[in-house]
């Protein structure tokens, strides 16, 4: 009994540690930002995917029923989220589910040039898993994202689906409103 309450113990000490420190990292990435930049920290697989001297630029555009944000780097990396659902910003803070129980209009897509003189690109879509916007306001966005992601060529295939996760943090972003307020959309933001 001891043993399990000390390897219980153990794995919260170091889950609290590691988000922590990736609340640090981001806080610490967001302070490097400018007006309408971001930087993304995601790892598939264990590896970095994006570049880290990456910085990203692009827009929200915000609804009521859907988010769509895109970003893209110099190197022509690019990043889609989209959030869907009735009401989807109502939430605090901000949690979806990717997969068969979520819902369809909430997607994560990544992607980059790894061979520009060729023109071949490396691209994943998240196929199962949660975004989180621990922030969410005309100001500051940070996302969180886990899960796993299958390539673009692989993607109805699962026993192909490798796991990925990082955060997106996104310094005084671009914001095109649809047919809701800025009020509406970042009321529920801590």
């Known amino acids: 009994m001891n ?3 000390l390897v ?3 794995f919260f000490v ?3 540690n590691s988000k ?3 609340d640090q990292a981001a806080d610490q990435l967001f302070k490097s930002l400018k007006e309408n930049e971001a930087k993304i920290v995601v790892t598939i697989a264990g590896k970095e995917f994006y570049p880290k001297e990456s910085v990203f630029s692009g827009q929200a555009l915000i609804s009521d029923n859907i988010m769509n944000l895109t970003l893209t780097d110099q190197f022509e990396g690019k990043l889609i989220i989209n959030l869907g659902g009735e009401k989807w910003y109502a939430a605090k803070p901000i949690k979806k589910t990717i997969g068969s129980d979520g819902p369809i209009e909430t997607s994560i897509k990544m992607g980059k040039i790894i061979d520009k003189e060729q023109m071949i690109g490396e691209g994943y879509m998240m ?3 949660e975004i989180t ?8 966005m940070v996302f ?6 299958g390539k673009y060529s692989d993607f109805q295939q699962p026993d192909k689906y490798i796991p990925a996760e990082g ?3 996104y310094k005084k972003p671009s914001v095109s409103l649809g047919n809701i307020t800025e009020k509406e959309a970042f009321s529920s933001s801590n």
């Open 3 to 5: 043993r399990w309450l």
């Open 8 to 10: 219980f113990f153990t």
């Open 14 to 16: 170091f889950s609290c």
């Open 20 to 22: 922590e420190s990736s």
């Open 127 to 129: 196929a199962e898993g």
């Open 133 to 140: 916007a621990t922030e969410f306001s005309k100001d500051k």
């Open 144 to 149: 969180r994202i886990k899960g796993k992601v």
């Open 167 to 169: 955060f997106i943090v």
